[in-house]
């Protein structure tokens, strides 16, 4: 097996700078919310509360995984337009997660963003499983 050299994966970077601003904003509603309804604790049973926390958390549980994946295979040099596609649908389908669970279309927009955030991870990881076992095929 040849030696890969890694590089920085600049366009992870800006990925991952777009998808934390979007954390920011979905916890600032969580925050804002709270204090505009006083709920100091949990959901106090209020729905639209509960989903500005769902949406928060699954922001939370899905986004550092695809990161990690997508900045990996970036860095054993997957093309720059691979990584682009790949990142830049990742954040439509957290955009269309995020507003289902605000209640805009929710079937629509929810399985949607779930789809399309599975099939990122799932395409990043056949990339990295193929570019283990030969190097620059992407």
């Known amino acids: 097996m040849e030696a890969i050299v890694a590089v920085a994966p600049i366009n992870t970077m800006l990925i991952s700078a777009l998808l934390v601003i979007m954390k920011l904003v979905l916890g600032i509603s969580v925050t804002k919310y709270r ?39 970036e860095m054993v040099g997957v093309s720059p337009i691979i990584i682009g596609v790949l990142g830049a649908s990742v954040i439509i389908g957290r955009c269309l997660h995020a507003l289902g669970l605000a ?36």
């Open 35 to 73: 204090a505009q309804h006083n709920i100091l604790w949990g959901d106090n049973n209020d729905d639209r509360m509960a989903r500005r926390i769902r949406a928060h958390a699954n922001h939370s549980e899905w986004v550092p995984a695809t990161l990690i994946i997508l900045g990996l295979i």
């Open 103 to 138: 209640g805009n279309a929710e079937a629509f927009n929810r399985a949607t963003g779930i789809a399309i955030n599975w099939g990122v991870l799932a395409l990043c990881s056949l990339i990295a499983i193929v570019e283990f076992f030969a190097p620059g095929t992407f």
